[in-house]
């Protein structure tokens, strides 16, 4: 199954909000019986032909002994293969593809039309860590071994699941309870096994005890492209949730075996979401996979340098040649990153399974969607809804606060409806603050449980079965939706309303606690996890 597709490598997952679980899809293994968390783990996935590379971000928290993380690939990496990276890029990634909140006042319907000339609109636009040893009587091979920054990579192959297992305990690691029949198919499949040992004596640790670090880069050859999600199970007590984001050349990205939903957009939204947009984005997430149990849910599709509106600076040549572009494409490419990078589409997915996942997710390259526009639907008088077929990717998850116009009106033909920001006498109100362009980013801190969506919504959401002003009925459990025809399965909870026990890259979570989100991105990791102590009920 060249299951190392690892071709989007496994998300990580944010955890470290009340009631949430960390997990980590794939596993940490450290010696001894310590308790590990990873707050959040990035990971940002450039794909061209064959080729991928992966970045990744953990932050690890636990004791300061040496520990590893292992991640199933599809090849064997050698010391140029891999890289550490600068930590701010992820941020940048996770802010571009994230869901946005926006504020426009109506402007003054009596105000003389501007006309723009395309001219005039063009120009505004330290100790030594121990060598690893090979036990050919347990089947296992070092293939490679090599130190990048805090980090000794061993590239492992084995045999068979049960020696790649009892090595990893020889070696002083206690990997997770039930991980060798999670490792079998990985092993059977030909993968070999990424084992990054971190030496605490080159790492810093902060106040609360959390390590700094430095991102990690790899990059590999490989046929498929999948995403090796089941090994992260050997730390799941439920359901686990996952964004992925990938970067490819003028092309988004979707799942081939399971159904393909979009997130519900451009809604007007009342005034009171904007101190509660998270907990506002977390409903209409968890309502969009009640209506379709195991979709895997498209977030963003978005050409990777330019945004409208922009929650920030715009992805940039120098970001590209960091997640890859150095390493990617042709020759010529690579001496110019930005030739690449400005025809790069950026797809966030977000999926959430259960134990009984049976197969990793694949992916498919899809047509171009549009949708989450401030553009008026031809003939129809109101704002684009949901997705709709493109020329060119132009979708993103966005939701509105309007303000009408509430001045005097003394024009015979006044436009309504034009939009913009605040009027001068509202700006210059003392404590005056617009969203401005709000990204949804940390959703692992994010509540639960605590917006009606039925009461904030300023329309009606036929595809979720939401009245504005009347409450939604609770989802019906016997409700199912199959995968799309000639899927190979879905991924699915164990019931709709199934509490999210630990998550991998968005994060995990109680329905009452945060949302996991971490905004990653990726494909075959993990984490050991453990459920938190509640410090009272989240806010």
Not at 3 to 15: E, G, I, P, Y
Not at 170 to 189: K, N, Q, T
Not at 342 to 359: E, I, P
Request: hydrophobic fraction near 40%; aromatic fraction near 8%.
């Amino acid at each position: 199954m060249r299951v190392a597709s690892a071709a989007l490598v496994t998300l990580a997952l944010a955890a470290a909000a009340p009631r949430t679980a960390a997990a980590f899809c794939g596993f940490y293994v450290a010696g001894g019986d310590q308790k590990m968390f990873n707050d959040a783990t990035q990971v940002v996935l450039m794909r061209v032909g064959t080729r991928t590379v992966l970045s990744m971000q953990n932050n690890y928290k636990g004791p300061p002994e040496a520990f590893a993380m292992v991640v199933p690939v599809p090849v064997v990496l050698h010391e140029g293969d891999v890289k550490t990276l600068p930590r701010d890029v992820f941020a940048r990634v996770e802010q571009m593809g994230a869901p946005r909140l926006v504020e426009y006042w109506e402007q003054d319907p009596c105000r003389p039309e501007v006309v723009y000339s395309p001219a005039s609109v063009a120009r505004s636009a330290g100790a030594v860590m121990p060598k690893a040893t090979a036990a050919p009587s347990l089947g296992v091979t070092i293939e490679a071994q090599f130190t990048v920054g805090e980090y000794q990579v061993v590239i492992l192959s084995a045999k068979d699941s049960t020696g790649l297992e009892t090595w990893l305990v020889r070696e002083h690691y206690r990997i997770p309870e039930g991980a060798e029949p999670l490792l079998r198919p990985y092993v059977e499949g030909g993968s070999k096994f990424f084992v990054a040992r971190i030496d605490p004596a080159k790492v810093a640790f902060d106040a609360d005890g959390r390590a700094q670090l430095s991102p990690l880069r790899f990059h590999y050859d490989t046929d498929e492209f999948t995403l090796p999600i089941r090994l992260g199970l050997a730390n799941s007590s439920g359901t686990q949730d996952l964004i992925v984001n990938i970067l490819a050349p003028g092309q988004r990205y979707e799942v081939a075996n399971a159904r393909n939903v979009t997130i519900p957009t451009n809604i007007d939204v009342s005034d009171a979401v904007k101190d509660r947009f998270a907990g506002f984005y977390t409903a209409l997430f968890d309502r969009t996979l009640e209506r379709n149990p195991g979709a895997v849910v498209t977030e963003y599709a978005w050409q990777a340098s330019t945004c409208d509106p922009c929650p920030g600076p715009t992805l940039n040549p120098g970001d590209f040649a960091t997640l890859g572009a150095d390493v990617i494409g042709d020759a010529r490419d690579r001496r110019n990153a930005s030739s690449m990078g400005y025809d790069l589409v950026l797809t966030r997915l977000h999926a959430r399974y259960g134990k009984t996942m049976a197969d990793d997710l694949r992916f498919r390259a899809a047509p171009p969607i549009a949708g989450g526009r401030e553009h008026v639907q031809n003939g129809q008088g109101g704002l684009e809804e949901g997705a709709q077929p493109a020329s060119q990717n132009n979708f993103q998850g966005r939701y509105a606060i309007r303000h009408p116009w509430t001045g005097p009106i003394r024009c015979e033909h006044p436009r309504r409806k034009i939009w913009g920001g605040p009027p001068i006498e509202i700006a210059r109100q003392p404590g005056f603050s617009p969203a401005g362009v709000r990204p949804a980013v940390g959703l692992a801190f994010a509540p639960r449980g605590q917006v009606d969506l039925t009461q904030v919504v300023r329309r009606d959401v036929p595809e979720l079965g939401i009245t504005a002003g009347k409450p939604v009925a609770a989802p019906e459990t016997a409700r199912s939706t199959p995968p799309a025809s000639g899927s190979a399965g879905a991924p699915a909870t164990d019931r709709p309303d199934a509490r999210i026990k630990s998550g991998c890259g968005c994060a995990s979570s109680d329905p009452r606690g945060g949302l996991g989100g971490a905004l990653v991105i990726a494909a075959g990791l993990g984490l050991g996890s453990r459920r938190r102590r509640p410090r009272g009920r989240a806010a």
